[in-house]
């Protein structure tokens, strides 16, 4: 049927990047991914998906809410709420996701959810409790339109910046109801071109954006100038598929490396500072992860998605 052959699909291309990864960056299994320092931790713990009858999904997206709240993402379409010790609170589902699932959550200054519905070209609005209070967006390539969007941020302003990609890579700013202010970029590999935007972060008007497939991060100002490319130590490998972007408690960046099996911190001009895991299955390492959140705290929390769980790293 068509939905054996949608997951037989994703499940190929997941081992095929994988495999890649081993090849390309000498990896058996879950050995050393880098010779960058590591991130300091105390405990890894792993957390649980809910299975949705017969199958575990996977996590997507993860972000930090209001109480201690975890939200989750996952491909079965729907929206998980867990505590900080990794218990499930609660959970609903999207509207709808015949067509495809989401990829990117986001927690709203005014306590809205956030979720970029990627395959239904907007992004659905839910409250705390998951019923919805708003959408946004169509398909198409115009303003205000999507094609497919995946990431989203805020601003201290409110106002929320959305990455879409499907040959229309670009980010799109709007004010906190939803009028278009500006939009930035387009398809390519040159400075200031995207594929695949996948992660965005806002900080003191600067957005950082993990462009994904050219294995970047970007830096704009928050009118839409490009700035940078951020640059790399010499001496370390760069990111490997950089799938989504959060700011830690001290300024610096955290990215997760769907192709590399790991979480790196860098600075804001691009040091990079410390790296944790690798490709493989057991504790301590990571398959094509796709998100990553950070708790006031310190606590990080990543979406371990090849894996089919969720990994605590509390630092």
């Known amino acids: ?10 499940l190929l291309r997941l081992l095929l990047v994988v495999l ?9 299994g879950c050995s050393s991914s880098s010779d960058a320092p590591d991130l300091a931790c105390s405990a890894v713990n792993h957390w649980s998906i809910p299975a949705a009858g017969k199958v575990i999904p996977a996590p997507r997206s993860v972000r930090f809410g209001p109480d201690n709240e975890l939200f989750v993402l996952d491909n ?38 956030a979720v970029t519905d990627t395959h239904y070209h907007r992004v659905v609005f839910f409250d705390r409790e998951g019923s919805v209070v708003g959408m946004h967006g169509e398909h198409g390539r115009g303003p205000g339109q999507f094609v497919y969007p995946v990431a989203i941020t805020q601003d201290d302003d409110e106002n929320y910046y959305i990455c879409e990609y499907g040959d229309n890579d670009r980010v799109q700013k709007f ?10 970029g387009s398809f390519g590999t040159k400075p200031g071109e995207f594929q695949r935007p ?12 993990a462009d994904a497939i050219n294995n970047r991060v970007q830096v704009f100002s928050d009118t839409g100038d490009f700035q940078q490319v ?12 950089p799938y989504d972007l959060i700011l830690g408690q ?34 301590g390492c990571l398959t094509t992860p796709w998100g990553l959140a950070i708790h006031p705290d310190g606590q990080l929390v990543v979406a371990d998605t090849g894996n089919r769980r969720l990994v605590e790293i509390q630092r």
Not at 83 to 109: F, H, N
Not at 175 to 184: A, C
Not at 269 to 275: A, E, H, N
């Open 1 to 10: 049927g068509r939905h054996f052959r949608v997951g037989e699909h994703v």
């Open 20 to 28: 890649m990864c081993c090849l390309t960056l000498g990896l058996p």
């Open 230 to 241: 951020l640059s790399w130590h010499e001496q370390l490998p760069s990111l490997h598929y």
């Open 250 to 283: 001290e300024g610096q960046l955290f990215a997760v490396e769907y192709g590399a099996g790991r979480v790196t911190e860098m600075s804001k001009s691009g040091q990079i500072l410390s790296r944790w895991g690798k490709i493989g299955t057991a504790k």
């Open 175 to 184: 004010s906190v109801d939803g009028s278009l202010l500006l939009e930035f």
């Open 198 to 209: 996948s992660g965005v972060v806002w900080d003191d008007h600067q957005v950082f954006v």
């Open 76 to 113: 079965a379409g729907r929206v998980l709420v867990y505590s900080t010790q990794g218990k499930l609170l609660r959970q609903w589902e999207m509207p709808a996701y015949d067509v495809g699932k989401p990829e990117g959550i986001c927690v709203l200054q005014d306590g809205r959810i």
